[in-house]
């Protein structure tokens, strides 16, 4: 299985390549969209109907500005040769052929500098995707689907409908930027409500065990300090 899916993984990425274009157009406006690693809980189990790459690339369609392009870049773990990855799966090449098939969109190089491509988009878009914080911080604005721990920072579009995606590119439009402020102002809350843990390659179940107590006993201590107050 592992040398057969190695030499799938390794066919599915050139086909992906294939499909992509070679030179961006840097007089076209577009969102760039990160995709997800497929499967995986925090984009498919976690998220309900948005694990759908086709249903977000439909509601970020019938939003776009005339003109715009969406850029759909793949996650660069999806082509990874470990033992464990199982993309194939979701993502085949009936999938990317779909995909390069949707009007206005346009793959690209998995390889390619995420940061230097978020700074020259319009804005970035996400499935629980770590760039959607990133982006924010870059300054960019952020259509975030799913659910995720940023999801609560004001400054960030927490995409449900295609209402919601009309009306934050409307504002995109107006040149709307994220709030710094309010970012560092969250990011500060969630390191305050964060523990630390404690990170084992194979994750075993004693560090499980030792990860879960760790949070009870520093969620049992804040519950004591806010009676204290």
């Known amino acids: 299985f592992l040398i057969k899916n190695s030499v799938k993984i390794f066919f599915l990425e050139k086909y992906y390549k294939f499909l992509c274009i070679n030179k961006l157009n840097d007089k076209e406006n577009f969102i760039l969209f990160a995709g997800s690693l497929q499967p995986e809980a925090n984009s498919e189990t976690l998220v309900g109907k948005y694990y759908d790459t086709f249903f977000l690339l439909k509601i970020l369609k019938k939003n776009l500005p005339k003109g715009w392009k969406i850029y759909y870049k793949e996650h660069f773990a999806t082509f990874s040769q470990i033992a464990f990855n199982v993309s194939p799966l979701r993502k085949d090449k009936n999938f990317y052929l779909k995909l390069s098939k949707l009007s206005n969109v346009k793959l690209i190089p998995h390889e ?55 009306l934050a590119i409307k504002k995109i439009e107006k040149n709307y930027l994220p709030n710094q402020k ?16 404690v990170h084992s390659k194979f994750f075993p179940i004693r560090n499980v065990v030792k990860n879960n107590t760790i949070i009870a006993k520093s969620l049992f201590q804040k519950y004591k300090n806010n009676r204290q107050i």
């Open 182 to 197: 309010e970012i560092k102002k969250y990011l500060h809350a969630a390191a305050d409500s964060s523990h630390k843990f």
């Open 112 to 166: 390619w500098n995420t940061k230097k491509l978020a700074l020259k988009s319009k804005a970035v878009s996400t499935l629980s995707g770590t760039i959607g914080i990133e982006a924010a911080i870059y300054n960019k604005p952020v259509l975030a689907f799913g659910n995720t721990w940023y999801m609560g920072c004001k400054s960030i579009f927490n995409i449900k409908n295609s209402n919601d995606c009309k």
